[in-house]
């Protein structure tokens, strides 16, 4: 028996051995490669780059320019955000294009706000949106031009949202619609460099050894043998180049692995040891998908599952598909459906008409659920989409089915758990996504350590702030978790009243990610609850420093001079900030007690019924009027 066991095992490891030996194995996968910029593909690859850069891969992003727009521009161009009451004109002065948000009543402009907007995002293929600058913290203005319909309307997501200038771009959004930008150390959202497009590297790996290699007359002949120091998506094993491409064509709820970034995934590397990606299924799934689900789509094709075909049997990703002919599509096609034209059940004429289009037909263009106003190819190969028009998306209620996981067969629990909590956070808040959360973290098997980050970012969602607390003092030391789980630890304390307790774990927070914001932000509102003012000034002179144009830090400052008698500079910051945002509350509120310590009922009647406009039952509003 004892033999025959170790035979058994002898065999499975000579057949590892061999299949590892199968494997292509890419020597610019190794973490210390470095990447050179496609100036320096460009010096043996002109060909290629000539045609690349034409792609919506290789316009994906630039700088904003008269060249780069696809716009139109005329006086009468504006958007009006009803619910919000916002309006939004872009405009151009001089070489510069800037979004001017503004608000009226009785025809007067009550509000203005002028943002230069710094990139423009999107090939014009499908859209154009665009992005502002702050001291290189980036943020996406509301405004987006759609260019099918050649029409402006609010961005993707910000209707019924209105985020404004505040929806900051951080590396999970900007590494899908651009090459690697050089993150500030310790930010979400500062960046020191920002690249003007997808870059060869992204499809190929890391260019550093390749190019030295064959500076230094190290050739390959690859049509003989595989070039091992850069990767050739086509050599790649099947799963291995759907990987690559659905890094960003399969645009779902991402989590990335425990000390992973986005920035570690590199091509020829399984998608799923950097990060899980998950779908929420719907009952109309089948039939209304968002825009970047190509992956998603394809794969469930009975052609794909038949077949070894990939997204580069059809697509020459440095061909724009604006200059690939129909043809291109349709040999694909009838690579494996030869004899396609004679048994389509198309009439003959139709057919003939149509150009005998097999793609055409059986990947109709289609609406897509997330992104207005645009019309894109449904990738889902089917008889069943045969359509001689779009599909626009359906306004009819669908029930959700569950989150499944797209990277690899089946997600752990705890995978799970933070699949539902990605969910959550960014696209589908209700209860249902966090009852699943829970569900899946009672059947974890994880140990504490490994469970924890997740388990506070359950109870926070939760707003459970009495168990955070309590699993705060589970942990004790600060300087075991990460800088979100130490800032919701310390939310959980703060909310409870207890300022003191939720200190060390805001202080860990920002020493974590010294130049997110938001952190700094919360902890000036600790320190002003432990009266420890002049540290609270130093966090938010800090805040102003980097970014002059928010709102929290400039109110809290005010509060800050208000308590020492400054009520002029008080009164000139929460002017800054509303300002900046006139529908904010606590900043019409603070300059409503000024105006009340200086006798003038009329301005604080007047600010205490914009407050109530916002917010009817406003406690302290109602007080205060009510006093006058």
């Known amino acids: 028996m004892r033999s025959l066991v170790f035979t058994a095992l002898i065999a499975a490891a000579l057949a590892l051995v061999f299949c590892q030996r199968d494997l292509p194995t890419y020597r610019n996968l190794e973490p210390e490669v470095g990447y050179v910029g496609m100036a320096t593909c460009q010096g043996c690859h002109a060909d290629v780059h000539r045609t690349f850069i034409h792609t919506g891969m290789g316009m994906s992003w630039d700088t904003a320019s008269r060249a780069k727009s696809a716009a139109t521009f005329d006086e009468h161009t504006l958007v009006y955000d009803s619910a919000s009451n916002f309006y939004y004109r872009p405009y151009w002065q001089d070489s510069s294009l800037y979004v001017l948000e503004f608000r009226l009543e009785d025809g007067d402009t009550i509000h203005q706000r002028r943002e230069r907007i710094r990139w423009i995002v999107g090939s014009g293929q499908h859209t154009n949106s665009h992005i502002i600058s702050r001291n290189g913290y980036v943020y996406q203005a509301p405004i987006t031009y759609y260019t099918q319909d050649g029409r402006w309307d609010l961005a993707p997501g910000f209707a019924g949202d209105n985020l404004r200038f505040e929806r900051l771009l951080n590396t999970e959004c900007i590494t899908c619609h651009n090459h690697y930008p050089k993150l500030q150390a310790g930010s979400m959202n500062k960046f020191a460099d920002m690249p003007r497009g997808i870059e060869c590297e992204r499809c190929h790996g890391p260019g550093e050894l390749h190019a030295r290699e064959k500076l230094a007359g190290k050739l390959v002949d690859t049509a003989r043998q595989i070039d091992y120091s850069i990767v050739n998506p086509r050599d790649l094993p099947r799963n291995l180049q759907m990987d690559l491409c659905q890094r960003c064509h399969l645009q779902g709820v991402a989590v990335l692995k425990e000390d992973r970034d986005w920035f570690d995934f590199r091509p020829g590397m399984p998608l799923a040891s950097v990060m899980n990606v998950f779908l929420p299924r719907f009952t109309n799934s089948h039939e209304q998908f968002i825009m970047a689900s190509q992956a998603d789509r394809l794969r469930q094709s009975a052609c794909y599952q038949a ?322």
Not at 449 to 468: C, G, M, N, S, W
Not at 558 to 579: F, K, Q, S, T, V
Request: glycine fraction near 8%.
């Open 307 to 628: 077949s070894d075909m990939t997204c580069i049997t059809c697509h020459n990703p440095h061909i724009s598909i604006e200059q690939t002919g129909v043809e291109q599509y349709n040999r694909a096609c009838q690579g494996c459906h030869q004899n396609a034209a004679g048994g389509c059940s198309a009439p003959q004429a139709e057919r003939l008409a149509g150009g005998n289009d097999c793609s055409g037909c059986h990947m109709p263009k289609s609406g897509s659920v997330d992104i207005p106003h645009v019309r894109i190819t449904d990738h889902w190969i089917s008889r069943k989409n045969v359509s001689s028009r779009p599909k626009p998306p359906s306004d009819e209620p669908a029930d959700f089915l569950g989150l499944q996981i797209l990277t690899k067969a089946q997600g752990s629990p705890l995978e799970m758990a933070q699949g539902y909590l990605a969910l959550y956070d960014k696209y589908l808040e209700a209860p249902q996504v966090l009852d699943s959360a829970g569900y899946y973290l009672d059947r974890s098997r994880a140990g504490f350590e490994e469970k924890l980050p997740t388990v506070v970012h359950y109870h926070f969602a939760r707003q459970d702030y009495a168990l955070l607390a309590g699993l705060a003092a589970q942990v004790g030391d600060t300087s075991q978790v990460d800088g979100w789980t130490a800032y919701r630890l310390g939310e959980g304390y703060f909310r409870r009243g207890r300022a003191a307790d939720a200190l060390p774990w805001l202080e860990r927070a920002v020493s974590e990610l010294p130049l997110y914001l938001d952190f700094r932000e919360k902890l000036s509102a600790v320190l002003i609850q432990l009266k420890r003012y002049e540290r609270a000034k130093q966090v938010l002179a800090f805040v102003l420093q980097e970014d002059a144009k928010r709102e929290v830090a400039l109110t809290n400052l005010g509060y800050l001079n208000a308590l020492e008698g400054r009520y002029g500079r008080a009164e000139a910051l929460y002017d800054r900030a509303i300002a900046l945002n006139p529908d904010y509350v606590q900043a019409l509120l603070n300059k409503a007690a000024i105006r009340r310590l200086q006798g003038d009922a009329a301005a604080t009647r007047t600010l205490l019924e914009r407050v109530l406009a916002l917010e009817p039952q406003h406690p302290q509003a109602l007080a205060v009027l009510s006093s006058l």
